[in-house]
């Protein structure tokens, strides 16, 4: 989750340590919460609830972020741009089908 082992995190938890630097980063990200939060407690900005996070990756979407983080941050953004003209194509494909469908099924009566 913030790329630790679970001794170091073992140790956050049961007080031993407190994560650091950027540590401390990485688990107020994975927590979705602040860094002050973690230290100080600031009720502010509390920890999303469990139940509210997002489900796991699946195999297909964790090999998508692998295949993308591969690529040079220059081929990046043309990815996700291919990527949406390619999900607004299908959008408008189906929209067609629709009418086109509407067109041809007879009005029963």
């Known amino acids: 989750m913030v790329g630790r082992s679970s001794v170091s995190v073992f140790k956050w938890e049961s ?62 953004e043309k990815q996700l741009i291919e990527l949406e003209d390619k999900v607004e194509n299908f959008n408008r494909l189906f929209e067609e089908l629709l009418v086109t469908r509407k067109k041809l099924t007879p009005i029963k009566k």
Do not use: H, I
């Not at 230290?39 to 972020?65: M, N, W």
């Open 15 to 76: 007080g031993q340590n407190e994560p650091k630097g950027q540590n401390l980063l990485a688990l107020a990200n994975a927590l979705k919460c602040s860094a002050t939060w973690l230290l100080f407690g600031d009720e502010d900005q509390a920890p999303t609830p469990v139940d509210e996070l997002p489900t796991e990756l699946d195999s297909r979407q964790k090999r998508l972020l692998e295949l993308f983080d591969s690529l040079p941050e220059s081929e990046k």
